[in-house]
């Protein structure tokens, strides 16, 4: 039989096939310590308000255990590609950390989530961005993750941007 149909140790094929496994493992390895990452497992999802405009300003949900929460963007129009002061205020819940994660509501457009900091108890701030998109006009979903001591509550704020 030749090198081709069986490499030996040693051949130049059967180091790129072991740096082939190697390289699959790890990208495999990554994967799967990043899953909890980029799709957290959720304990509630709050009911999404209807009447809500963040382009006026604040709004809030509540969640069906009690407790809510509150997102106000800054500026108000809500430009892309440009800082937007994100202030969260949550209420009745222990809230350990937030986080504010951007999806496109009809187009994926990639991970962009921002951890905001603590101002005082129950109330959050931090800068973010949303994308440029090729559409138009875009509907987003801001959804607020607060880690609690219970889970993770996510309450979603949804949002046009216009270019």
């Not at 096939?17 to 957290?40: E, F, R, S």
């Not at 497992?41 to 009911?47: I, L, P, S, T």
């Not at 440009?82 to 009809?106: K, N």
Request: aromatic share 6%.
């Amino acid at each position: 039989m030749t090198e081709a149909a069986h490499p030996t140790p040693g051949s130049p094929r059967a180091l790129w096939l072991i740096l082939a496994a190697l390289v699959l493992g790890a990208i495999a390895t990554l994967g799967y310590k990043l899953w909890p990452l980029l799709h957290p497992q959720v304990r509630e999802v709050a009911e999404l308000n209807p009447t809500c405009d963040l382009r006026r300003g604040p709004c809030a949900v509540r969640f069906s255990g009690g407790g809510s929460v509150s997102l106000e963007i800054r500026p108000g129009d809500i430009p892309t590609s440009a800082p937007l002061t994100l202030r969260v205020q949550v209420r009745d819940l222990d809230s350990e950390r937030v986080e504010v994660d951007f999806a496109g509501v009809d187009m994926y457009m990639g991970f962009n989530r921002v951890e905001l900091s603590r101002v005082e108890p129950g109330r959050y701030q931090g800068q973010g961005m949303i994308p440029v998109c090729v559409r138009a006009r875009m509907t987003w979903e801001a959804r607020v993750l607060i880690d609690t001591p219970d889970g993770l509550m996510a309450a979603p704020f949804r949002f046009e941007s216009a270019r």
